[in-house]
T-cell receptor, first 114, second 111 residues
Framework: EPEVTQTPSHQVTQMGQEVILRCVPI?????FYWYRQILGQKVEFLVSFYNNEISEKSEIFDDQFSVERPDGSNFTLKIRSTKLEDSAMYFC????????????FGPGTRLTVT | DAKTTQPTSMDCAEGRAANLPCNHSTISGNEYVYWYRQIHSQGPQYIIHGLKNNETNEMASLIITEDRKSSTLILPHATLRDTAVYYC????????????FGAGTRLTVKP
């Protein structure tokens, strides 16, 4: 069964460093999302992406964040200058236009900023 | 999107049916009910969704009341691997709409 994959599973970085989190959405999906979950808190929406541009973004998704689909398969989230409070699980999701537009999530990348 | 109310936690005996309720009294006519679950810190897993009819798939059944103000997710024969946080989400089915996760119900399946 097709699934969303994410790499790396765990990323440790120092404050102020740039990180790129990678996702490979399900191959025929057209709409992509990033969410994050700080330990012990709710899953929060960051950004959605369609047709090579951002469709929606939350207030969390500030100028430190950017997304890109550099080729036909990868979808990346870049954090330019990480802060301690960026430590969280980051989940990628994708969906295919259809009746319910249900989203399918990847296993996540645990980002630890020290 | 309409808000949902779920119990904080529930227990279920292994092999028995787990019935997880959700209230969504302000649901609009074009909003679907979705259920996801999250096992430990894994990515949320899609379970099922419905608009107004009851739905069943290989994982679960979704029962939506006639007035659509509440729903129940049924896991017919719960196993220990079904221990997870279950989220009920109400949302208009549009590509641009994100999933708004609440606190969910922590289901513990006990041997």
């Amino acid at each position: 069964e097709p699934e969303v994959t994410q790499t790396p599973s765990h990323q440790v970085t120092q404050m102020g460093q740039e990180v790129i989190l990678r996702c490979v959405p399900i191959s025929n999906h057209l709409y992509f999302y990033w969410y994050r979950q700080i330990l012990g808190q709710k899953v929060e929406f960051l950004v959605s992406f369609y047709n090579n541009e951002i469709s929606e973004k939350s207030e969390i998704f500030d100028d430190q964040f950017s997304v890109e689909r550099p080729d036909g398969s990868n979808f990346t989230l870049k954090i330019r200058s990480t802060k301690l409070e960026d430590s969280a699980m980051y989940f990628c999701a994708s969906t295919l236009p259809g009746q319910g537009y249900e989203q399918y999530f990847g296993p996540g990348t645990r980002l630890t900023v020290t | 999107d309409a808000k949902t109310t779920q119990p904080t936690s529930m227990d279920c005996a292994e092999g028995r049916a787990a019935n997880l309720p959700c209230n969504h009294s302000t649901i609009s006519g074009n909003e679907y009910v979705y259920w996801y679950r999250q096992i430990h810190s894994q990515g949320p897993q899609y379970i099922i969704h419905g608009l107004k009819n009851n739905e069943t798939n290989e994982m679960a059944s979704l029962i939506i009341t006639e007035d659509r103000k509440s729903s129940t997710l049924i896991l017919p024969h719960a196993t220990l691997r079904d221990t997870a946080v279950y989220y009920c989400i109400v949302r208009v089915a549009l590509l641009s709409n994100d999933m708004r996760f609440g606190a969910g119900t922590r289901l513990t399946v006990k041997p």
